[in-house]
């Protein structure tokens, strides 16, 4: 089983990007997850404990998986590779995905997005999806999520981050791909990956689709893909570009010295998956 990470900011078309990768042959999508950043940080009494480590994943995916709690606690068993590969062959079977014919897990995930130990423990091939700052910028700006970068400065800041957080990544087989260079560069990726062109999977063969009906966010990115950002960019205000890109100036300067608050924002994540899980073991359903 190959591991492919998709990694990026938030709002850079990441789930987009997972979403049409999962409909080729051969590849499973899981659903989006920090769980393998957040595996190789555990202390040795979370790693140790099945139980404790099924509820982390749960409080690790953002979106609702096809598993139930007993099903991803049988997968919580030896090296980290095995615990990935058993998630994946489990989530491939619950969907009705012929496990002979996975041959590569996608993951996604723009949270603990410096937490990088599994990655490259695993020797994982890793897509880095950057999207326009002036299109990333206006659409977090519509969610509440990023009602705190609705701020240039502190937009440009938080941006910065992740670029040295990427800047950090030490695996051999990396891609860095633009999200106005979609969907043209899904061959490029296939190509990447190592992926042989075996067509598509059959619709019903996805937990997209399931799942768009309890996530509004997925329903848009399960239909058929348009890239309207240039567009979208014409529309903006001038003034506010203006700004945006002057405050992006002033901190690329700042980037090679963002790492601890890379770290911040990363251990604030753990902290909430831990707080997640803890509700897990206590007998309450995760939010979704």
């Known amino acids: 089983m190959e591991h492919v990470f998709i990694i990026s900011e938030p709002r850079s078309g990441s789930t987009v990007l997972t979403v049409m990768l999962d409909r080729r042959r051969g590849i499973l999508s899981m659903p989006e997850s920090s769980f393998p950043q957040v595996l190789g940080y555990l202390d040795p009494v979370e790693r140790s404990d099945p139980h404790r480590l099924a509820a982390i994943y749960l409080g690790s995916t953002l979106v609702p998986t096809p598993l ?39 993951w996604k995930t723009v949270r603990t997005i410096g937490m990088h130990r599994v990655l490259e423990e695993v020797n994982a091939k890793v897509v880095v999806l950057r999207r326009h700052p002036h299109n990333v910028f206006e659409s977090q700006s519509r969610f509440s999520y990023g ?49 042989q062109d075996r067509g598509m999977w059959p619709d019903d063969a996805s937990h997209f689709a399931e799942v768009a009906g309890q996530c509004s966010w997925l329903s848009e990115v399960t239909r058929e893909f348009q890239n309207r950002d240039i567009e979208k960019r014409a529309r903006l205000d001038p003034a506010m570009c203006r700004r945006l890109d002057l405050c992006l100036g002033l901190t690329h300067r700042l980037r090679p010295f963002l790492g601890p608050v890379r770290r911040h924002f990363d251990r604030r994540s753990l902290g909430h998956v831990r707080e997640i899980a803890a509700r897990v073991l206590r007998g309450e359903a995760p939010p979704h």
Do not use: H, W
């Not at 095995?82 to 897990?105: H, S, W, Y």
């Not at 957080?165 to 190592?194: E, H, K, M």
């Open 147 to 195: 009602i705190r970068n609705r701020k240039p400065l502190r937009y440009a800041i938080f941006r910065q981050s992740y670029e040295c957080a990427f800047a950090s990544l030490r695996v051999p087989r990396r891609l860095d791909i633009d999200y106005d260079d979609l969907p043209g560069a899904l061959a490029t990726i296939r190509d990447f990956i190592g992926l």
């Open 68 to 106: 139930v709690f007993s099903e991803i606690e049988a997968c919580m068993t030896g090296s980290n590779r095995e615990v990935l590969d058993q998630l994946a062959m489990a989530t491939a079977r619950k969907i009705g995905r012929d496990t002979g014919e996975v041959g590569f897990a996608v």
